[in-house]
């Protein structure tokens, strides 16, 4: 989800009085990516999923933002200019005293040959879009007469890689589309629909626990039909095969061959052009480390270097500023008390407004309950290690909102610059993560209980999913969509070009 | 609306014991355009005006009828063979041992220079979201800091050409789209919008009565501000300009320039290129003779000279057998009585079985009143000049969808080809036309009486359009399609092409 959106919103409140905000995104409208599943399919319309920029900008009737549907191409730091092309053709410069980038992220291919050319994303209204039209093509072309049995399977064959969220969501759409609507209108081609889901790891939805990950393993393999490839890296996609090879200790690395119809990318996030340029012209890489992920930003989201640029969400990483070099400072302050772990772990919740490395999300405090006095090199050396095990919060929508909200209020709450240095470093929560598995079941892995299937857990799901949405409008808007599939079915008609005369 | 669909839906109750249908068609649903323009506006979306062709072909499980999605390139005639193009590449054929012709008809641009390349129509869903999009794309455009305000004013005037109900519901579902929505979320930009609707009739909806037609033209110009340009006919479309000349008797004949940022052509209508193909190869224009202007059907719809095959809607054009052909028979079996217009009255409601040119909407039964003896030359021409004054049924909706209703009922009700040959021949009834004007407020010119406005006239329109539409999902879709707008304004986000990577 982009986080702009939830700074725009909790930016309102104080706009008039101190900021003259200004959005730029190449669309306008925000996409609540969680339902993007739900659009590939037709069980929900575009439309539930998307927010326009200015049901925000205007609040009333009075303006509290600028929009411009525009690319942002380059940004010139010195002289504190954006440059922007607009979608249509043109180009204009926007002048800024702060700068946030919260431009998201892409697929990320691995570099895998051919992937970007012959497989389909999920990051977009459009991919879902897209997605939906390649589906019903391909349902349509194989209900033609001329097309062969051999040609109805490889059409038919659906092949979703990666088994996080995005992926296992997706196959479950798919599957339950097929199940549901389309084995209603081409009962003839239902023997030749299959559906494939490709994991490199040994089990789907790996960031949840082990038996969540063997419900959905089981809701999707038994009561839909699809077949898992567990332990399975795609090492290749080209426009009608698939080629994988097995991570099992002692498997053939001979790769091996599926005919698809269609392959769905839904593994791995990426920068896009204009975050790689700022890398490549900002921060070159340091023989020997590894190469950045994302903008670095410090503790309170500003781009290092650059006070009055601040970066969020998938585009970001943050890298707080080392334990280990504040040793002294810490050894010192411990004083009486002597540094020892139990004295950082009382601490901690203090500290880690400065080091977030101290969160509870990010180090195990039982290892600081240890009374054991430490002298400062091995002080120090602990102190490294914390930092070692810090990892900047992972690319989700619910991390860049909690970003959002956070700039928005150290914007709102310290008008002055130098206040903004102060701010308390950016800590998130964990609040949990869901999952559609299919057939009616969903999954959650919330901080004080689990859940696995049930006939509650998808109005569960979707009372999370609409709770979550940004307006009124867009929850409305999503509520009569899944009244209207209940009752009327999902779409199956499907866009076609613009007819030529 | 596509004939085709009524055609199947009639043609299903005896499809088992009788035919084996196969429907062709290159989109996979059928449209309902009396609602596209709401759907240029976003007050429905594409789904409420489409019926995808499978919810028909289906009937419980059971096949009824084969569909396959392609464009149907060529006809012959002689082997009974139908050439397709699949719409995605291939090309196969399709033997019949009967064919109905129903492509319905496109756009005429009456050989105006490049109105194809610079307008848009609105006759398929792809036009309607492309006329959305482009409406949306000027509004961001004319956002941009860059434009000037001159460039405003020309990207957000909406010019439509064509006074019918098409080119009036369309001004009228922009104009309340900007009122409405577009006002929320670009005040800023409301001096600036324009709408104007060249017509070349002295009046609007010019088939109405002519105090409804007054009715709409004040309700587009006094409450929705659309400029009226009656009796200018336009005789160019470049990318920014339209250019009109004025048929008032004693105007300049020296056209006149509009900038626009946005043309629809809702006028007249034109042969697809199948149909053009069929004419050119089998009716040539013959010296002195007026073209073609569709497929040329005898009463009962069969295309002349191809007894087995058939054509209906927009495409066709009856050419009843002539009466003057006939008068040496008809005044003969007039008998005793002798041949009197009178007798030819009280006789016509049998004789337009054969002859639809004496059904009461194609002859004033005023005139058949005198009960003068006419000698047989004096008869013929009497009789001729009711041939003269025949007009085959107009290409309206309601017409396509009598004629898909009565040939459904022909091949159902008479199995053997000799039976449909002497088949009642085809005459359509009128059950009046609505039109919506826009600020809430439809017209009606109906057989029994008129609306003009009221605050009912918009929920009645509404009640008719629904009740016309197909299936009980169709209508489903579009009653909650009005309820999500009512509860969360028009759709104002756009979709935008692909991003490339």
């Known amino acids: 989800m982009d986080p702009e959106l939830f700074l725009l919103k909790a930016f309102l409140p104080l706009y008039a009085c101190s900021y003259d905000v200004t959005v730029i995104s190449p669309r306008n409208y925000f996409t609540f990516t969680p339902l993007l599943p739900s659009v590939c399919a037709g069980t929900l319309s575009p439309l539930s999923c998307i927010e326009p920029v200015r049901s925000l900008t205007y609040r009333n009737g009075r303006k509290v933002a600028d929009f411009y549907e525009a690319h942002c191409t380059d940004v010139d730091f010195k002289n504190r200019i954006v440059a922007c092309d607009s979608r249509q053709g043109g180009h204009f410069k926007v002048k800024y005293d702060y700068l946030v980038i919260a431009v998201g992220s892409e697929s990320n291919t691995f570099g895998i040959k051919d992937v970007a050319a012959n497989a389909f994303f999920l990051k977009e209204v459009e991919h879902a879009m897209a997605i939906r039209k390649k589906v019903m093509n391909n349902f349509e072309l194989a209900a033609l007469p001329q097309t062969s049995e051999k040609e109805r399977d490889r059409l038919l064959h659906f092949v979703v890689v990666g088994g996080g969220p995005t992926g296992v969501e997706s196959a479950a759409e798919f599957a339950d589309f097929i199940k549901e609507d389309m084995s209603k209108y081409f009962p003839q081609l239902i023997p030749h629909v299959s559906i494939s889901l490709i994991e490199g790891g040994s089990r789907l939805l790996g960031t949840y626990p082990p038996d969540i990950s063997a419900f959905a393993e089981k809701t999707l393999t038994e009561e839909l039909h699809v077949k898992l490839l567990l332990r399975s890296t795609v090492v290749g996609v080209d426009a009608t095969s698939v080629r994988y090879v097995s991570n099992e200790p002692g498997a053939s690395k001979e790769p091996k061959e599926l005919l698809h119809g269609f392959v769905l990318w839904a593994s791995g996030v990426g920068e896009v052009p204009l975050v790689k340029k700022i890398i490549a012209e900002n921060f070159p890489n340091v023989e020997g480390k590894p190469r950045l992920r994302g903008l670095p930003v410090d503790a309170q989201l500003r781009l290092l270097n650059q006070p009055n640029v601040y970066a969020l969400g998938d585009c970001a990483a943050i890298a707080p500023p080392r334990l280990a070099d504040a040793a002294q400072e810490l050894f010192s302050k411990a004083g009486a008390a002597e540094p020892t772990p139990q004295w950082l772990g009382r601490h901690a919740p203090t500290l880690a407004q400065q080091f977030p490395q101290l969160s509870p999300l990010k180090f195990n405090f039982a290892k600081l309950?240890?009374?054991?006095?430490?002298?400062?090199?091995?002080?120090?050396?602990?102190?490294?290690?914390?930092?070692?095990?810090?990892?900047?919060?992972?690319?989700?929508?619910?991390?860049?909102?909690?970003?959002?909200?956070?700039?928005?209020?150290?914007?709102?709450?310290?008008?002055?610059?130098?206040?903004?240095?102060?701010?308390?470093?950016?800590?998130?929560?964990?609040?949990?993560?869901?999952?559609?598995?299919?057939?009616?079941?969903?999954?959650?892995?919330?901080?004080?209980?689990?859940?696995?299937?049930?006939?509650?857990?998808?109005?569960?799901?979707?009372?999370?999913?609409?709770?979550?949405?940004?307006?009124?409008?867009?929850?409305?808007?999503?509520?009569?969509?899944?009244?209207?599939?209940?009752?009327?079915?999902?779409?199956?008609?499907?866009?076609?070009?613009?007819?030529?005369?």
């Open 369 to 501: 309950q240890s009374n054991e006095h430490l002298p400062a090199d091995q002080f120090k050396s602990f102190l490294a290690e914390i930092d070692a095990a810090y990892r900047p919060p992972a690319p989700t929508a619910q991390n860049a909102r909690q970003e959002g909200i956070y700039l928005a209020k150290v914007f709102n709450e310290c008008p002055h610059p130098e206040e903004k240095a102060d701010a308390p470093a950016f800590q998130e929560t964990w609040n949990g993560s869901l999952a559609y598995v299919g057939s009616g079941q969903a999954v959650a892995h919330l901080p004080y209980f689990n859940i696995k299937g049930g006939f509650l857990s998808l109005p569960f799901w979707k009372a999370v999913y609409t709770q979550m949405q940004i307006t009124w409008r867009s929850r409305t808007i999503c509520l009569f969509d899944w009244l209207k599939t209940f009752f009327a079915g999902r779409d199956v008609g499907r866009d076609h070009e613009y007819y030529n005369h």
